[in-house]
């Protein structure tokens, strides 16, 4: 188990980023034009890189399997975006956005990084507002704060509940721009399916058009993975249908690292399944829990009353009594953990699943007397009007119900300071790599990572790798190439010809979903987690043996693109397990049973699990590497939110 480097500058923690930026090394703007860059995925972190390159002068090209750009699913994040402008006065500064940050991640991250994010939070916010985004203003004129889970501060800047929407619009107006000047190329509708490697070197990706069905070759000087991450390996989660850990998990077999991948983030507040057979859960804004109040009832006989009908004596507000100094807006694995318990108590309310009730209420009707009714339709309208679509009542005068589900994933690639992965010349922005956020991501920080990656990050580190290296030409006939393209078309023949094809990949889908949910959601045991390795090795032997790809593969086919997205998360869910097995402790969401206190709170064991769990494939069984988690400037603490 050799240990990783992660080349972080040293010296005073506020003056790395600049000491650093002075030390790379940089491309005369003459000489730019002559290096190809390939960015995979066009959401936050991807858009806002090829507006970035393409304005300093690279040849960008750029894939997403959407049909556009504009759906990616950067646009599904609704509350908010962290920064450190301080407009409320209220103490806070670059220093306790970084403090809050690797607490809320339950100190399982890098000092370095996570301060560099701080650092360029405000920025983000300028370039955002010179963008037009239309951020949410006071009367005064100044840009609008509401407070997120785990900060005793307001630094969340906002558009209504459609914060991550604009975002994006802004980026893709950038990115847009670009390509008019004929500085990036882009195609929507491609799939990336293999990194393809010259000389232990990321070089280009092969690609299937979605459409057509055709498989072709993109060479490059560097790649740049910003694909998001892999919650829908569970199947039933908050990402949308397409969400896949494909392009990510082609890298990992080529010999990038994979750090954290059981580093799961279960969100608290999501719209409760109401049946078995489901295939979507819908996120809730944690912006909710602002001024909404969560409580169930105390009596289990009131569990199928109408709330209303429940007297205020008889609530339980269950997050406020736990935790009184954050109450509602304490991180999201802490309430999570403390929503599952409740239910697991027979406290739960809503449809009965598999012989449970899972669902709390989220209750407005506090604020709404204390604001009115229209004021709180200003803030939060959007929000309650989706609800309402989706489950027939009306917010405003019942309380929503809430559950967990599955919705980020603080695993990823893992990366070094300059956000490059173990592989030469390829490198991984936004929820694609593990960099910032530890064992738990604090609501608010997604968007500010992905634009801090893309706007200000990625575009100097990676002139620095293009600087220093000297690279052959490549082109569609090198060998490498060649072999690359083989891989790909052997692969989608033999998920075309399973020798007794028979079911659907949403079929295998759903078990493999069932198993990660039950061994490695919200809490995990050891026994479990070895039954569970054993299951999806059983469950990815039948699914080449049985896996039912109808059609043909040169034209539009939805079902072999499933079967190959279903397949990769067979492979990551056992690696999920094993990265949990292997960490005998709990931290963030990571929540082993075996180290929990009493009261449900994670025990952290500093002294042998103070690392980034890194993968490095091989056939047989993938090898862990670490890197060494030294806190120079926080001394890690038992987390208190008490």
Not at 67 to 73: L, Q
Not at 371 to 379: H, R, S
Not at 622 to 637: G, S
Request: with cysteine.
């Amino acid at each position: 188990m050799s240990n990783l480097y992660a080349n972080e500058p040293t010296g005073p923690l506020e003056s790395r980023w600049e000491k650093h930026l002075f030390n790379l090394s940089l491309i005369a703007p003459q000489n730019r034009k002559k290096h190809k860059i390939i960015v995979v995925g066009t959401g936050l972190a991807g858009a806002s890189l090829c507006a970035t390159l393409g304005e300093a002068g690279y040849q960008v090209s750029s894939f997403c399997f959407q049909d556009s750009p504009r759906r990616a699913h950067s646009i599904a994040a609704q509350g908010g975006i962290n920064a450190t402008k301080n407009y409320q006065n209220d103490g806070d500064s670059v220093w306790r956005l970084f403090y809050d940050t690797i607490k809320g991640g339950d100190f399982r991250a890098r000092e370095s990084n996570v301060y560099r994010l701080a650092e360029l939070s405000g920025n983000i916010i300028d370039q955002a507002v010179a963008q037009g985004v239309p951020f949410a203003r006071e009367y005064s004129g100044y840009l609008a704060n509401r407070s997120f889970g785990g900060t005793q501060v307001s630094r969340t800047f906002y558009a209504r509940g459609q914060t991550g929407q604009q975002l994006l619009l802004g980026a893709y107006q950038a990115h847009s721009r670009q390509l008019e000047n004929d500085n990036v190329s882009h195609q929507s509708r491609a799939e990336m399916l293999e990194l393809i490697m010259v000389d232990d070197k990321a070089r280009g990706v092969i690609v299937r058009d979605l459409i057509s069905g055709e498989i072709s070759a993109h060479t490059a000087d560097c790649v740049i993975l910003c694909t998001g991450g892999y919650s829908n390996a569970f199947y039933l989660s908050t990402n949308a249908k397409g969400c896949n850990t494909s392009a990510t998990w082609r890298a990992y077999k080529q010999g990038a690292y994979f750090a954290n991948p059981s580093f799961t983030q279960i969100h608290p507040t999501c719209v409760p399944p109401t049946g078995e057979n489901q295939s979507k859960l819908t996120l809730m804004s944690e912006s909710l829990r602002n001024d909404g109040r969560i409580w169930a009832p105390k009596n289990i006989e009131d569990c199928t009353k109408n709330p209303a009908d429940i007297k205020e004596e008889d609530r339980d507000y269950f997050l406020e009594r736990m935790y009184p100094a954050f109450a509602n807006l304490v991180p999201r694995d802490v309430a999570s953990r403390a929503v599952k318990h409740i239910c697991d108590q027979g406290h739960g309310v809503g449809s009965k699943i598999h012989g449970q009730r899972l669902g709390v209420y989220l209750d407005f009707s506090a604020i709404i007397e204390k604001l009115g009714l229209e004021a709180v339709a200003e803030k939060y309208g959007n929000l309650f009007d989706m609800y309402s679509s989706i489950t027939g009542e009306d917010p405003y005068q019942t309380p929503m119900k809430i559950y967990p589900a599955p919705h980020y994933t603080m695993g990823g690639l893992w990366v070094d300071y300059n956000l490059m992965t173990t592989i030469e010349g390829l490198f991984a922005g936004g929820e694609a790599n593990f960099s910032d956020h530890g064992a738990n991501r604090l609501g608010a920080s997604a968007l500010m990572q992905g634009l801090a990656d893309g706007y200000f990050i990625l575009p100097k580190t990676v002139a620095n790798y293009l600087a220093n290296s000297s690279l052959a030409d490549v082109d569609d006939t090198h060998p490498q190439v060649v072999q690359s393209l083989k891989t790909v078309k052997d692969r989608i023949h033999q998920l075309m010809n399973a020798p007794a094809p028979k079911h659907s990949p949403e079929y295998f889908h759903q078990k493999l979903g069932k198993v990660l949910w039950e061994a490695c959601g919200m809490s995990r045991e050891a026994d479990r987690l070895n039954q569970a390795i054993g299951e999806i090795a059983e469950l990815e032997s039948q699914f080449w043996q049985n896996i039912k790809v109808t059609g043909v593969d040169q034209d539009l086919n939805q079902t072999l693109e499933r079967a190959g997205r279903v397949a990769d998360f067979i492979e990551l869910g056992k690696l999920m397990c094993q990265d949990a097995l292997m960490r005998e402790e709990s931290c963030g969401a990571h929540a082993r049973v075996e180290y929990l206190s009493e009261s449900g709170e994670a025990k952290r064991d500093d002294d042998d699990f103070s690392f980034v769990g890194a993968w490095e494939y091989k056939p047989e069984q993938p090898m862990l590497r670490k890197e060494q988690l030294n806190y120079e400037f926080i001394e890690p603490t038992v987390r208190n939110y008490k």
